[in-house]
């Protein structure tokens, strides 16, 4: 690591502390030229995730744009914002834990529908709306009427 004063590569470590997540280890070292001390961190590289969109296209998995799209749907619904942090660290630790470097769109849609359906039915219509680009009124209530009946066989 050099040294950011007089840019000397020989230093060492003084002191290591994990953070409280556990992703990241920060460094005081000094250096051994000008024995001045400075701060580093290192945190494992993570392998972007490609998400395969409708149309083929190819883009970098956004926790921001799931993050929005789910706050959208959850406007004005008993749904905290943690429980939606919560949802999507557990999101990109699935995605990640299949090892797959490229996954199509629709898995990640119907994974946030599900979770949208476990935290609020009005928030799983409204997301399922856009998602599934629903076309008209009869959409709507073929999407209620669905609900309605996995809501009365689980007994909700």
């Known amino acids: ?7 000397e590569v020989d230093n060492k470590v003084i002191d290591s502390r994990m953070s409280k997540d556990g992703n990241v280890i920060r ?8 024995t001045r001390r400075f701060t580093t961190y290192e945190h494992i590289e993570e392998i972007p995730i490609t998400i395969i969109k409708k149309d083929g296209r190819r883009e970098v998995f956004s926790r921001e744009k799931v993050r ?15 429980a939606i942090e919560e ?7 699935d995605l990640r834990e299949t090892g797959e470097k490229e996954i199509p769109s629709y898995k990640i849609g119907e994974k946030i529908m599900a979770g949208l359906h476990e935290l609020d039915d009005v928030a799983y219509v409204r997301f399922a ?3 599934r680009e629903f076309k ?3 959409d709507f209530v073929d999407e209620l009427k669905s609900l309605l ?3 009365d066989g689980a007994g909700r």
Do not use: H
Request: charged residues 30%; aromatic residues 6%; glycine residues 4%.
């Open 1 to 7: 690591m050099k040294c950011p004063y007089c840019g």
């Open 27 to 34: 460094r005081r070292r000094e250096c051994l030229s000008c």
């Open 149 to 151: 009946t996995v809501n």
């Open 68 to 82: 929005q799209g789910m706050k959208r749907a959850c406007e004005k619904r008993p749904v905290s914002i943690n």
């Open 87 to 93: 949802f999507i660290e557990n999101l990109e630790r």
């Open 136 to 138: 008209d009124v009869n």
């Open 129 to 131: 709306s856009v998602y």
